[in-house]
Structure formats: structure tokens, C-alpha cells
């Protein structure tokens, strides 16, 4: 069933599932499904860092976004002038 949850949060790259498949892994007896879990941890790692790398990118092009909203912004008084 653990098997069968991590092969699905894997394939949907669904970052919550595997962190909750992760907080509760079963002993796991039986040679083929440690193989099996073995491999699919590894791609969840995979998976995990690309997500990350990704997210990173998408922060840098954010603030590099940000960073030219206010390159171009008119600088205004915050002031209220009320005598001009």
C-alpha cells in the first residue's frame, strides 16, 4: 500500500505527498519492494531537487522583475503637501 502511494506521489511530482509517504515509511521485509522503494526514494530525490531548482528560478526572475518595476517607478513625495 506505502509502495503504491510513493509510485503515485512520484509520478503527480506532489511534493506533500511524499513528505507525508516520508514521515511514516514502513518496515519494509521483502528484497523486491526495498529494491523497489529504493529506486522510487531516488527518483523522489531527483524529482525533489528539480522542483527546488525550479522554484529558485522562478524567485530570481521575480526579483529581477521586481527590481525593474522599480527601476521605472516615479519617484514621489509620501508626504502630504498641502500648500502647493
Known sequence: ???????????????????????????????????????LLKEATVLMNSLKDQTK?????????LDF???TDIPTSKKLDIKS
Open 69 to 71: 518595476l522599480r527601476s
Open 1 to 39: 500500500m506505502w509502495l503504491n502511494k510513493l509510485k503515485i506521489a512520484v509520478i503527480e511530482k506532489n511534493p506533500n505527498a511524499l513528505d507525508k509517504l516520508l514521515d511514516d515509511i514502513p518496515q519494509l521485509k521483502n528484497p523486491k519492494e526495498i529494491e523497489e522503494a529504493t529506486y
Open 57 to 65: 528560478a522562478s524567485m530570481k526572475q521575480i526579483k529581477k522583475n
